[in-house]
């Protein structure tokens, strides 16, 4: 079992970082963000099975065919003829309606509201009893000294979001697969969702596996998976190695999807994200129509790009998607904190040594996202997929204020935690991308819980 690269790291801390003191539209100069991955492999112990059940899986389980039987012959010698059974009508699959379980409404901005320190409640799981986690993210494993960043509790400004109950969940989710589509960041998402659902499942009846694109959570008690496929674009691209994908000059099919969503098809929740990827270039390499090789390509502007592959990854949802069966989300940009200047800190280092969220600050925080992406993902979400219902989820917002959250020099690069010298350069080290687990991931799944189970499902049988 391989664990997919991270994706985005082990760039960022080779090049600098230049992030203009206001956000960029992408008609602007575009921030110089670098992303590459750091790979580990999984944990041993993360695959919990028995020797009996490790034995059953690996024997074939189909029952060899039946003998054939000789037609009974009469006192007379003759053969008694067989009447055939009349064919029985294969019933339809009966749909039952599951009411909500929680009474959130549809009309409170969870996105909108300010962060409240609470080291009762939180954090909602502890990382070491997430066997699950890899080493990328288990900061304080990896040497961070202080653990408030995991004591953050979101707090709605209209309304509240209820503590995260796995059993409950996984009741919403049993017979059913969710998936987590994109980039590193969606990984650092589903990593989350594991350690939040697992202490539901009984030890021994929990593990995960490697499988092409996908890493998946097997939950075997309720015959459910939490998976993630890794498709940076959403679209085919020359990035879409899930182990090798470091790749200077990114290259993308921005009207080509079928390859990938040929594994989405008949997933009960699909979390979509891309965008960290897109930040290298002003422009982006797009292969020209009916080109037979990476290199027919042309340069367009990078806004142009985006608004083409969401177009055709929505296409792909209206026409593939069933929207009595699956609920699409997709998730806006994850925020990456490289300038301490601009939230008042001019002697710091990137992200390093931040130890509290900005609880304070009003106005914007000028971080350097590219916002006209943003609104693009946003408008394409709510208008683009007519049939498919598909609700954007803010996390942008939220996460602007957690400059305390992230892995910083706490983290991997290539396979190894960083160590004491690696440590003390966090100009050159410090992963201001990705998040600690425990850790505000934990909060946009938090928001995908609220949303899921204060709405009604359809529930196959």
Known sequence: MTVPAAGDASTAGRRGVVVPRRDISSSEKPTAVLHGSDQEKPKQHAVETTEEETKHSATSTEPSPA???KPEKKADGKSKKKTKKPRRRQRAAKKTVVPAALGVPETCDLSKGRWVFDNTSYPLYKEEECQFLTSQ????KNGRRDDTYQKWRWQPNDCSMPRFDAKLFMERLRGKRFMFVGDSLNRNQWESMVC????ASPPGKKYVSWEGQRIVFHAWHYNATVEFYWAPFLVESNSDDPKIHSIQHRIIKADTIAKHAENWVGVDYLVFNTYIWWMNTLNMKVVRPGALSWEEHDEVVRIEAYRKVLTTWARWVD?????????VFFMSMSPLHVSPQVWGNPDGIRCAKETMPLLDWHGPLWLGMD????HEANNVSRAASPRVPITFVDITTMSERRK??????HTIRQGKVLGPEEQADPGTYADCIH????GVPDI???????????RPAVQLS
Request: charged share 20%; aromatic share 12%.
């Open 67 to 69: 003998a054939e039987k």
């Open 444 to 454: 946009w799944n938090l928001v995908l819980y609220t949303r899921i189970l204060s």
């Open 371 to 374: 916002w006209d992406m943003f």
């Open 319 to 327: 026409e593939n998607v069933d929207p009595e069966r699956t609920s």
């Open 137 to 140: 993210v288990t900061c304080m």
């Open 196 to 199: 939040l659902v697992q202490s």
């Open 404 to 409: 305390d959250g992230h892995t910083s020099v």
């Open 435 to 438: 998040w600690c687990l425990p």
